[in-house]
């Protein structure tokens, strides 16, 4: 199993909203509709975020909200806030035997 | 409050060996599956090993298989990775992970405890 593919890198300026994409192959992203995504501040641990492609943990902010097209994955952050700046990763199921392919991470920069 | 709280990382020679722990706290530990993910330095995550609730059902990544063994005990609410035969590619940050098989999503993790294989 390879990693999903996520740009290196989005930026946004406060208020704005940002889009971070996640691609994968039809034995994962485009199979299952079980992806998620990860907040990672430095020195802490990773934050779920989304689930199952667009449901919201509780107590996570809805100003972030996620999608599925295909292959492609997508998580949007609305209301860009200086707290939201941190690596992303989305995640999605692959079957039992491998259950979990990651992406290559997302680096969210508030400007 | 759900914890997951690593340890036993450290700085090992290659070849040599390394048991890592995870104490589970705030939930019912023997109703999960767990898993152990890892990040290599400056690098992306990677799904290492899994077990299943009550430890019949084990998985692995192709890359550790033969050499890392995962284990549990429900009593102690605690999760183990035995890691033998460390080669310089296994240095990461070691997450342990709440693992939630039904909706394929892993929901909670630990801080992670670092291993560095060098000599």
């Known amino acids: 199993q390879s990693a999903l593919t996520q740009p290196a890198s989005v930026s946004g300026s406060p208020g704005q909203s940002i889009t971070i994409s996640c691609t994968g192959t039809?034995?994962?992203?485009?199979?299952?509709?079980?992806v998620s995504w990860y907040q990672q501040h430095p020195g802490k641990a990773l934050k779920l975020m989304i689930y199952?492609?667009?449901q919201r943990p509780s107590g996570v902010s809805n100003r972030f909200s996620g999608s599925k097209s295909g292959n492609m994955a997508s998580l949007t952050i609305s209301g860009l806030q200086a707290e939201d700046e941190a690596d992303y990763y989305c995640?999605?199921?692959?079957?039992?035997?491998?259950?979990?392919?990651f992406g290559t991470g997302t680096k969210v920069t508030v400007l | 409050e759900v914890q997951l709280v690593e340890s036993g990382g450290g700085l090992v020679q290659p070849g040599g060996s390394l048991r890592l722990s995870c104490a589970a706290s705030?939930?019912?530990?023997?109703?999960?599956?767990m898993s152990w993910v890892r990040q290599a330095p400056g690098k992306g995550l990677e799904w290492v090993a899994r077990i299943k609730q009550d430890g019949s059902a084990k998985y692995y990544v192709d890359s550790v298989k033969g050499r890392f063994t995962i284990s549990r005990d429900n009593a102690e609410n605690s999760l183990y990775l035995q890691m033998n035969s460390l080669r310089a590619e296994d240095t990461a940050v070691y997450f342990c992970a709440r693992d939630l098989a039904v909706s394929g999503t892993i929901d909670f993790w630990g801080q992670g405890t670092l291993v560095t294989v060098s000599s």
């Open positions: 039809g034995s994962d992203v485009g199979t299952y509709n079980l």
């Open positions: 705030g939930f019912s530990f023997s109703d999960d599956w």
């Open positions: 199952e492609v667009n």
């Open positions: 995640c999605s199921y692959a079957g039992s035997i491998i259950p979990y392919v």
